[in-house]
Each structure stands twice: as structure tokens, then as C-alpha cells.
T-cell receptor
Framework: ETGVTQTPRHLVMGMTNKKSLKCEQH?????MYWYKQSAKKPLELMFV???????ENNSVPSRFSPECPNSSHLFLHLHTLQPEDSALYLC?????????????FGSGTRLTVV | GQNIDQPTEMTATEGAIVQINCTYQ??????LFWYQQHAGEAPTFLSY??LDGLEEKGRFSSFLSRSKGYSYLLLKELQMKDSASYLC????????????WGAGTKLIIKP
């Protein structure tokens, strides 16, 4: 148990489907993040929420839509994805953006787009 | 520009010592992190360096030289469970405190 829980762990979806990834943190942190992890590439920051307000959107295509209803929950809504979107999607949280403890990550959702 | 370099893969023997290097070029340095990630699992925090020098934590140590843009993670008395990817990340004030990540070093431990 890492304190950050992601569901589902695995997801296979067609290009015309709509699905959502869920992240929940039980650490009392006030910042949450979505990352994309592809093989042999650095983690790519997608979105940052601080105190439930989106503060970063790193040029992510509109087929990815984040939602942060409260400080403990974060969603990533997916629609009309492309095969190149197949990757591991990691959620993370932190107490402030300059914590010396860095981020706490969830175990990720392995997404395959067919 | 932003750039974090670390070796793609390393192999070491159980019981030995291994050093994983990380070099970086960033603006507004605000600390360097090392994370461990086992296959299919979450990255987990190992260490944080913001001042020059060595930080020791059990079998793992991390070193930082800000003037050289260089860090290393030292793993002693290697165990099979240390087989994992090790991720180096630098935090930048000038990028709104974002973490800039290396691609990770896959460490393989052999008996």
C-alpha cells in the first residue's frame, strides 16, 4: 500500500471508446499529478493540480481530460485515443510542490489502445 | 535546455557495490531526487540532495555536486531485490518546481 491508489491496473480500449482512470490518495497531500511513462523514456508530466486547481497542462492533447473534484481524488478521462497513447499512466501526490520528500506515486494503469 | 542523462542499463553481482551516475543541465536548480521502480510497480522515493556532498541512508548513498551538474547513487552489499530501474530527477524553480526526469537506469543483479 503506497498511500496512492490507482484503478484500474490494466485497461485495454478501442480508439472510439471512452474510459476514465481514477487516483485516490490518503496522505493528506495538497498537490496531485498525472504522468505518462513510456518504455525507455523519461516520465512525461501531463497535468498538475494544486489545492484542486489545475496549475499545469503540458501541451497534452484534448483527448485527455483531467478532473480533480477534491484534494483526495484525481481522474483522467480518455476518449478517441490513438495507439501511441499506450503507456503506463502514473498518478502522484505531494505536500506542496517543493517538498523534500518528493512525490508519492501510485502503481499506475497500464493502458493499451487497440 | 533541460537534460538529464543516466546510463540505460547496468549489471552487477550480488554482494558487490554499484554506482549509478546522473548528469544534468537545468536552470534554477532546487534539488535532485533518486527513485527506485520495480517492474510493474510505483516509483518509490530513495533520496533527496539539495546541497553538495554525500547523503547516506543504510545501504544506499547519494552524492551531489552542483557545480559539476552531477550526482550518483551508490548501492552497497547488493541484493537480488535491488534489481530495478533507478530514476534520477531534478527539480527546477524556473519551471514552477517541476521535476525533470531522466529515462532511468535498469539495474540487473546477478548471483
Amino acid at each position: 500500500e503506497t498511500g496512492v491508489t490507482q484503478t484500474p491496473r490494466h485497461l485495454v480500449m478501442g480508439m472510439t471508446n471512452k474510459k476514465s482512470l481514477k487516483c485516490e490518495q490518503h496522505l493528506g497531500h495538497n498537490a496531485m499529478y498525472w504522468y505518462k511513462q513510456s518504455a525507455k523514456k523519461p516520465l512525461e508530466l501531463m497535468f498538475v493540480y494544486s489545492l484542486e486547481e489545475r496549475v499545469e497542462n503540458n501541451s497534452v492533447p484534448s483527448r485527455f481530460s483531467p478532473e480533480c473534484p477534491n484534494s483526495s481524488h484525481l481522474f483522467l478521462h480518455l476518449h478517441t485515443l490513438q495507439p501511441e497513447d499506450s503507456a503506463l499512466y502514473l498518478c502522484a501526490s505531494s505536500q506542496g510542490r517543493d517538498s523534500i520528500y518528493g512525490y508519492t506515486f501510485g502503481s499506475g494503469t497500464r493502458l493499451t489502445v487497440v | 535546455g533541460q537534460n538529464i542523462d543516466q546510463p540505460t542499463e547496468m549489471t552487477a553481482t550480488e554482494g558487490a557495490i554499484v554506482q549509478i551516475n546522473c548528469t544534468y543541465q537545468t536552470s534554477g536548480f532546487n534539488g535532485l531526487f533518486w527513485y527506485q521502480q520495480h517492474a510493474g510497480e510505483a516509483p518509490t522515493f530513495l533520496s533527496y540532495n539539495v546541497l553538495d556532498g554525500l547523503e547516506e541512508k543504510g545501504r544506499f548513498s547519494s552524492f551531489l555536486s552542483r557545480s559539476k551538474g552531477y550526482s550518483y547513487l551508490l548501492l552497497k552489499e547488493l541484493q537480488m531485490k535491488d534489481s530495478a530501474s533507478y530514476l534520477c530527477a531534478v527539480r527546477e524553480k524556473d519551471s514552477n518546481y517541476q521535476l525533470i526526469w531522466g529515462a532511468g537506469t535498469k539495474l540487473i543483479i546477478k548471483p
